[in-house]
């Protein structure tokens, strides 16, 4: 089969490689009809990520149709077609009883790898990295799905591909990022980085109640993309992004805020270059600027919500602001499971279209030039979806 | 039947506070060994930079202070002791052996001492030089402490002597459902990577065959030496096995609805060599990580009902061939 790996820092490549194969008696194998490319991967192409191996397949949104199942998969049948959450998650363990199926303790095979420089290891993620479990992606013709009776939603013939696919992360993320603000009747929430998380974050909290959202990024189509979603933005190129949210927000700052940008976050001036420099000669894995911004942004007493990911070591966290200020800081990757059924629901019912997001559509055959397309920003590039 | 607490050598150990340990376990004796260890290593590692730092950055004025114009030497030795301090820092394996070279380095440095003592005229000269000839010494014996210490690390934990891995973990069920689990030994193959095989005798023993890393295939019988139902097995082999083994899983329940915490404990009661040291490998300190691999690999497949893997999954790397599959060629 065809499937899309890495081979390096900016070297992707479509090549041929064996078709997966049931492994453990809880496997499917899925055969791919839509998947994308995550701004997370970018992280990988960019060669942030520690612990990829040349040839990794990629991808970790996708959907398809079962084609094969493990003896012990009694819930789902040859045909069905189904979206598959990001983490993989055993169902049994202590954190997937308590639905944080993104903490699960079972399914990363290289737990000791994740545990040398996190501490703990969370579950194991499709070709994210064998921090993570090294497990083979879905931007491929084919992909194995451990934990298939768990890890799946079952989607309903009259929904596209294109409006379910980003129940497998995008969707759900801005959604949990927007959750753990807790949002109040009245509250007013800031959201840094108009892509795809950003995009769901935004509209996830208007849906969740939120009186106003402002959305901060430098890119013109970003920011369209934002304001048709309901939120007023800010260039910050053109504005001091903290001037600008006292400014909005009658001098006592956002309620919560959520940083949706993560590791490779651009800042202008000396600081950015700060962070580069810190970065290039690995004394920090992460440029955590929005990051800083928003703890010195978020009110007292607010919250800080954080789906962007980081990596590993963060330098000069205004930490000061959270003891003195009483913020609080929530985060983690997607308990995609617990999501799913609800927010397809509320796809069924027409609270939102997930396919407003999708800006290109290429076959996998052009990932090499999507991911570049998508990390140059080329094109107005937002979300690449990718046809096997 | 000696108990497995005597076995274990517990040693001051009491019942009271093994009991105490079972609520409210403190750190494993050997973890805090570890701490104070690493600390020596990079207390050790320091000093060597502080030296080497102040021989290079001041070298003319020590040079000049003890009476001789040539700094290109204390140059030199500034660069040995940064070397040696970045190794002790940077956690290479074997810290002994750098800490050796410190200890090899001190007497370099005493040799150069005396002779520049021997060249030295001035009586204030050689004051000054015998004074740091006796701050060097100083220097060796806490050196000479070090090495040692860190030395009985490496030879504690290498192969030749008594391997001892413990680890802990928790696992999602009852300890009588995990018990029951583990008392079956024909499990064990299950979950446990290197053991091929565990048959019943027939007469209470058990037959093991265990797969060393290299590919070589050992054979021995076990029995058990101690068992409470729902709490504990222990388990050792018998005395005409390549290996002399003790294995030890006890089964607590955790807080809460948190199921029970599993502890396994494995010990060589005799250094094995030849064929069997490899296996010893597995459980020594370089590899006290694959015990805890198995422990966890227990909690996988009782929690999910297999073992999760990657093996054998779809990538863009030419094949890499098993070994079952080169010897069928």
């Known amino acids: ?388 | 039947m000696a108990s497995v607490t005597d076995v274990h050598e517990r040693g001051r150990e009491t019942d009271e506070s093994r009991a105490r340990a079972t609520s409210r376990s403190e750190p494993h004796a050997a973890l805090q060994r570890k701490h104070r260890n690493a600390r020596l290593r990079q207390g050790l590692g320091w000093l060597s930079v502080g030296i080497g730092t102040a021989e290079i950055v001041a070298a003319r004025r020590l040079s000049k202070w003890m009476g001789t114009r040539r700094f290109g030497v204390m140059r030199l030795l500034g660069v040995r002791e940064l070397a040696t301090g970045a190794a002790l820092l940077a956690r290479r394996r074997r810290p002994a052996r750098f800490a050796w070279a410190r200890v090899a380095g001190d007497v370099m440095d005493l040799g150069l001492l005396g002779a520049l003592y021997a060249a030295s005229r001035r009586p204030r000269q050689r004051a000054r030089v015998a004074g740091t000839a006796a701050a060097i010494a100083g220097i060796t014996a806490l050196d000479l402490v070090g090495g040692r210490r860190l030395a009985r690390e490496r030879t504690a934990s290498s192969a030749r002597s008594r391997p001892r891995s413990r680890s802990t973990l928790t696992v999602n069920r009852d300890p009588a459902e995990l018990y029951q689990a583990w008392r079956d030994f024909e499990n064990l193959p299950r979950f446990m990577k290197h053991v091929l095989a565990v048959e019943p005798r027939g007469d209470g023993r058990w037959r093991w065959l265990v797969e060393a890393p290299g590919g070589k295939r050992l054979e021995w019988n076990a029995e058990i030496v101690h068992e409470q139902p729902g709490r504990e097995i222990a388990w050792r082999t018998l005395s005409e096995s390549q290996v002399e083994l003790l294995g030890h899983v006890r089964f607590e329940r955790a807080p809460g609805k948190r199921g029970s915490r599993v502890t396994l404990d494995v010990q060589y009661l005799r250094p094995p060599g030849g064929l069997a040291a490899p296996i010893a490998r597995l459980v020594g300190k370089a590899a006290g990580a694959p015990m805890h691999e198995e422990l966890r690999r227990f909690k996988r497949w009782i929690e999910t009902g297999e073992v999760p893997t990657t093996e054998g999954q779809s990538s863009g790397r030419a094949p890499r061939k098993t070994r079952k599959e080169e010897e069928r060629r």
């Open chain 1, 1 to 388: 089969m065809k499937a899309t790996c890495w081979y390096g820092k900016h070297d992707i490549r479509v090549v041929d490689v064996p078709d997966p194969q049931i492994l453990n008696p809880r496997d499917a194998i899925v055969r791919v009809t839509l998947s994308a490319i995550c701004g997370s991967d970018l992280h990988l192409y960019n060669g942030f990520i520690p612990g990829m191996r040349r040839g990794d397949i990629l991808g970790h949104e996708f959907m398809g149709e079962v084609v094969e199942i493990g003896s012990e998969v009694h819930n789902l049948k040859v045909g069905d077609r189904i979206v598959v959450p990001f983490p993989i998650s055993c169902g049994h363990c202590f954190f997937c009883e308590e639905e944080s199926f993104s903490l699960c303790e079972n399914s990363n095979p290289n737990a000791w790898a994740a545990e040398e420089i996190w501490g703990h290891s969370p579950a194991g993620i499709y070709g994210y990295s064998h921090l993570v479990g090294g497990y083979a992606g879905g931007q491929a013709e084919y992909v194995r799905v451990p934990f298939a009776d768990v890890d799946h939603v079952k989607v309903p013939e009259h929904l596209s591909d294109e409006q379910v696919l980003f129940l497998s992360d995008v969707f759900p993320t801005g959604y949990m990022a927007a959750e753990n603000c807790d949002i109040e009747p009245g509250d007013t929430v800031a959201v840094w980085g108009c892509g795809p998380v950003g995009q769901f974050s935004i509209r996830s909290a208007l849906l969740l109640g939120a009186e106003r959202v402002i959305a901060i990024d430098r890119f013109p189509e970003r920011l369209q993309m934002a304001r048709e979603g309901g939120a007023e933005t800010i260039d910050y190129m053109e504005t001091d992004v903290y001037d600008a949210l006292q400014e909005m927000t009658g001098g006592r700052g956002p309620d919560s805020c959520i940083d949706a940008v993560g590791a490779e976050a651009h800042a202008p001036g000396l600081i950015g270059a700060y962070d580069r420099t810190k970065q290039a000669l690995m004394l920090e894995t992460d440029r955590p600027f929005a990051l800083r911004q928003a703890l010195l942004a978020c009110r007292n007493g607010g919250t800080i919500s954080v789906p962007g990911v980081y990596g590993g070591i963060l330098d000069k966290m205004p930490f000061g602001a959270v003891v003195n200020r009483a913020l609080t800081i929530r985060s983690g990757q997607t308990h995609v499971q617990h999501y799913m059924p609800s927010l397809l629901g509320r796809i069924e019912n027409g609270d939102i279209d997930p396919s407003f997001l999708i800006t290109h559509r290429m076959s996998l055959d052009e990932a090499p030039h999507a991911f570049e397309m998508f990390a140059k920003k080329q094109d107005e590039c937002i979300k690449v979806v990718l046809v096997p």
